[in-house]
């Protein structure tokens, strides 16, 4: 059997440390291959700067020469319990973009703030983040403890001021663990100079995550991503975003209402002679290929669900966004709204609260414009009927992008 | 659901959805390990069909053991075979006896690419790259536009949420698709051992030596290793402080080579 690998991302405000951190995660597990370490040492020498852990995560030449990661990057190391994937985010306001881009992907995170500057405004503003992406497994960690004599005072004051923030954004840490990413002061190893701490290290407290796991006994939401048709046969292929599919069951196509029983439930395994596998049932997290009884006319976006207990579709839903573009958008200017494999032409008819990110005030007076880095509640309009889920019912067809100029301007989550 | 399921459902969902967005696609195959593991993840995807050419990248240096494995595996797969070579820069004597690493990869691989691509204008590219290989490749996004002259705007790549992914491209542009980046060499070896995949000869240890990750002959040197099966090579992998490309000559000659070449178009 196979150790799941864990996704965390380290978020926090630039210069806090989180390059650091991750690069000493490397070094101190020996998940680093020796010449990769070699060949930092060489590039350090010849900028006539001393070794750089951060220089293991910043790979660009304008990110080493500038001391800052712009780009989010990823790399595995590994604990005796199992292996993980940590995902380095840019600190710096303008490159939320790329913070959304890697946090949207894991499973845990790390918040680090520096000890001796304190909560800064992308502390906030991440914390925030994660907690939108409905993230909730979070450690914290008060960094360059080094830096302010290793005092309980100091950490002390930040957790209390932070805690006040993680619980406005309703997010509970598991750990705050005072630390220092350069010296390696609680990563690893317990440190000698931090005997007012009795918890656990970074290493141990990473080690409690618990894994994501696929939303298996939730109601069957089956969209269709694509249609082939191969070997005289008409494949309805897709992802299950969750709950079980069984062949002889009857389901529903939503949005177009119509209504079918599952045929074939399949895979194609090319050590099998002929190749095709009919499977009896599938779950959530499959990628799979349907076969119906009926000969309907479908296409990509019809979401297959259970026939008793069919959920209804909608044309209005209220959601909340986070804004990532630098062009941001006004109500009633039309755009493209992605749920899984559904796409809809769709406006925001009416915004009822836009927020900064950071300080999570509220911003007065703006009523009919959301911007870059800005958070807001709203009620969007399709034009056509769309099945979506409240994000804590099921995730999977609870979250949505806005693309506008062809990238992803935003992102949301179904608040009904 | 184990971890390999789990990487291997994530890959035939973003085969699938270039698919969807590009018919008019083509996949490299490199004729390595990893790319060989996406054309079988391909063939899983489309019920044992690979619907779109697979293009090989010929710079005429590479092993005759991998020559023979791509003739071999593309009668027995039926693939829609396309090997590209650039036969100006072949002519104009372009060669690793000649030549700087940087100029050879940018001439017979890249240029080979662009010719291909100009002459056949395919939208999308599948490429078998992973983010553990490389710190520049750990940067790469799932779908990666490229501009018209080939180049990556690494410092303003587009958004990715969930499994949303950036979609359109204009016309000028066309996408890198990068289905196994969330795999690494472990996993792929795993895989390798599970699917029982056919990987060429030259990953097994012969007379003490075997080739970890497969390049032009002149610039790709052996690793010491007794590894001669599939799972020496994971127990081998499990404990080795050696980077996997570390006997590939190009990665090293100069510092950022990797990202130029890739900002110029590279895979």
Known sequence: ?416 | MDHLDQLENKSIYIIREAYYQYKNMAMLWSIGKDSTSLLWLVRKAFNGHVPFPVIHIDTTFKFPEMYEFRDKYAKEWGLNLIVAKNEDAINRGISYATHDAFTCAHELKTVALQQTMAKLGFKALLLGIRRDEHGIRAKERVFSPRSQDFKWNYQDQPAELWNQYKSKADEETHLRVHPLLHWTELDIWKYVKRENLPVNSLYFAKNGLRYRSLGCKPITNPMKSEADTVDKIIEELAVTKEAERSGRAMDKEQMYTMQKLRSLGYM
């Open chain 1, 1 to 416: 059997m196979d150790k799941n690998y864990l996704k965390l991302v380290i978020v926090g405000h630039v210069d806090h440390g989180k390059s650091t951190l991750i690069g000493r995660l490397l070094v101190d597990t020996g998940s680093m291959p020796q010449s990769k370490i070699d060949e930092v040492k060489t590039v350090c020498e010849s900028l006539g700067r001393p070794f750089e852990f951060a220089y293991l995560m910043d790979y660009m030449e304008e990110e080493r020469e500038k001391k800052i990661t712009i780009d989010t990057a990823q790399i595995f190391f590994k604990t005796e319990l199992r292996d993980y994937v940590i995902i380095d985010a840019p600190g710096h306001k303008e490159f939320l973009k790329n913070m959304i881009t890697g946090s949207a992907q894991a499973e845990g995170a790390i918040l680090i703030v520096d000890a001796n500057e304190g909560i800064k405004e992308q502390t906030k503003r991440h914390a925030y983040i994660l907690s939108l992406l409905g993230l909730k497994q979070i450690v914290v960690v008060i960094n360059k403890m080094d830096l302010v004599n290793y005092k309980e005072t100091r950490f002390e004051e930040i957790k209390k001021e932070l805690l006040n923030h993680l619980t406005a954004v309703n997010l509970t840490p598991k750990y705050i663990i005072p630390i220092s990413a350069s010296q390696g002061d609680n990563i690893a190893n317990k440190s000698e100079h931090i005997n007012w701490y009795s918890g656990p290290t970074v290493l141990q407290a990473l080690d409690l995550f618990q894994p994501m796991v696929a939303s298996e006994n939730l109601p069957l939401r089956f969209p269709i991503q694509d249609v082939y048709n191969f070997d005289n046969q008409t494949i309805l292929a897709g992802q299950i975003e969750s709950g079980a599919i069984t062949v002889g069951q009857e389901i529903i196509w939503l949005p177009s209402g119509q209504k079918t029983k599952v045929k074939a439930v399949t895979k194609w395994l090319p050590t099998v002679p002929g190749g095709g596998q009919d499977l009896k049932e599938s779950t959530a997290g499959h990628n799979i290929g349907l076969i119906i009884t009926d000969d309907l006319k479908l296409t990509r976006g019809e979401v297959a669900c259970p026939l008793e207990q069919a959920p209804k579709t909608v044309t209005q839903f209220k959601a909340r966004m986070f804004w990532m573009s630098a062009a941001g958008i006004k109500t009633d200017e039309k755009f493209l709204l992605k749920c899984a494999t559904q796409e809809v032409t769709a406006k925001i008819g009416n915004i009822n609260k836009v927020l900064n990110s950071s300080s999570l005030e509220t911003i007065a007076g703006q009523t009919d414009e959301i911007k870059e880095t800005e958070v807001a509640e709203v009620e969007i309009l399709t034009e056509q009927p769309i099945l979506v889920e409240d994000y804590n019912f099921i995730p999977e067809l609870g979250r949505f992008v806005i693309i506008k100029s062809e990238d992803i301007a935003a992102g949301g989550i179904v608040t009904k």
